[in-house]
């Protein structure tokens, strides 16, 4: 399955696989123009987190995603 979205600046596509407990987000691809980012700055730490992804739940109208320890690598609100 395939999923398509934006950092910011670049937009990425990728895939994704979902099992029972689990949600496998990767490898993203950037999409479109080159944008200069430093390594570790906020569009590189959601790429990060979306790649690192291992599970992803939901609380109230906020969706968490988890690592493979069950750490939490990013929260997201849903748009109003």
């Known amino acids: ?8 600046c670049n937009a990425f596509s990728g895939a994704f696989a979902l099992g029972k407990d689990s949600v496998r987000i990767g ?3 950037p999409i479109g123009k080159p944008c200069l980012t430093l390594p570790g700055a906020q569009e590189d730490r959601f790429f990060n987190a979306l790649e690192g992804t ?7 109208d906020q969706l968490v995603l988890m690592d ?5 690598l ?4 849903k748009n109003p």
């Open 1 to 8: 399955m395939r999923l398509s979205g934006s950092g910011g």
């Open 54 to 60: 291992r599970a992803a739940h939901l609380e109230g």
């Open 74 to 77: 990013a929260r997201f609100l």
């Open 68 to 72: 493979a320890a069950g750490h939490q």
């Open 27 to 29: 490898p993203l691809v």
